[in-house]
């Protein structure tokens, strides 16, 4: 295995590595995260099981992309940087479609625990829909990887921007419920989930249908189940060069940093679930009791 591309003039080297870097920074985030709830929730060190289910999820998130990260790979095109079986599709897609699983899930137990601080029926049915989208999602992801027909991709991220917006609708109808610093983290969220349907909706998305389009338009064949299977197993294509990843460059960056954080700020929402009640709308300030001064009074 050779690394003569690792140089300061390969703009794919220079991408590795910041990989690497948010990688490490963010598994030592989760680290600094579990070592939080353990001092908060003291009955819970008795073991990893009994850790708060958020931040598990998180840490299968965090370290999958990790994984990805240091072997990352475009699945359709069958290009990794690496050339080891663990750079193969098969490898690399399995821990994707568990690591994205444990992701809509923060997202679905986040949903329904402030779903039901608030009694909002809106809410708690977008948290009940979010899994299943998901798994259709990646079930699209899977067609894409084994046929090689792009479709699956724009099934697949088309999933994934209408779960979104329909996390925006929830976050929207639950942040007037709110008052203070757990309205404006919910606005915050909310703003930042309109970012992420605005960036699906005008750069991944399309960038599917157009390889989509031009598969269509160059008579491409895509493989069986069986012939899919053996390929997405066996090939993978090492490159080192900035043409081929050019497109995967941008979204993987983002996926690997920003979702990654947050993906840990959900793992975090333990700190503060025992708190939201105090900030909900139509529930009154607990206010400290004033204590009375005693009066001399005077004997005449």
Not at 128 to 138: F, G, Q
């Amino acid at each position: 295995m050779s690394f003569a591309w690792l140089n300061w003039s390969n703009p794919v080297a220079i991408w590795w590595g910041f990989l690497i870097v948010v990688s490490a920074a963010n598994i030592g985030l989760w680290f600094q995260l579990y070592g939080l709830l353990a001092s908060a929730t003291p009955e819970r060190r008795a073991g990893v099981f009994t850790t708060e289910p958020l931040a598990l999820l998180s840490a299968a998130y965090v370290f999958g992309c990790a994984f990805r990260s240091l072997l990352p790979r475009a699945d359709v095109q069958r290009i990794c940087l690496f050339d080891t079986w663990l750079s193969s599709v098969l490898v690399g897609r399995s821990v994707a479609t568990v690591a994205e699983l444990c992701f809509a899930l923060q997202w679905a137990i986040v949903l329904r625990d402030l779903a039901k601080v608030t009694h909002s029926d809106t809410a708690q049915n977008i948290a009940k829909a979010i899994v299943p989208l998901i798994v259709l999602a990646e079930c699209c992801s899977w067609y894409a990887v084994i046929t090689t027909d792009f479709l699956g991709n724009v099934l697949e991220n088309s999933l994934w921007t209408a779960t979104f917006v329909l996390i925006a609708v929830a976050l929207l109808r639950l942040v007037v419920n709110f008052r203070g610093l757990a309205q404006l983290a919910i606005a915050v969220t909310a703003l930042g989930v309109a970012g992420y349907v605005a960036f699906m909706a005008s750069v991944d998305v399309p960038m599917y249908v157009a390889r989509w389009q031009t598969q269509i338009e160059g008579g491409h064949q895509i493989l069986g189940l069986v012939s899919g299977l053996r390929d997405l197993a066996t090939r993978w294509v090492v490159t080192h060069n900035i043409a081929p990843w050019h497109h995967e460059i941008p979204w993987m960056s983002l996926y690997f940093s920003v979702a990654v954080w947050t993906s840990l700020l959900l793992g975090g929402f333990g700190l503060v679930r025992g708190r939201l009640a105090r900030y909900r709308v139509g529930r009154p300030l607990v206010k400290r009791p004033q204590r009375l001064l005693a009066v001399p009074v005077r004997s005449s």
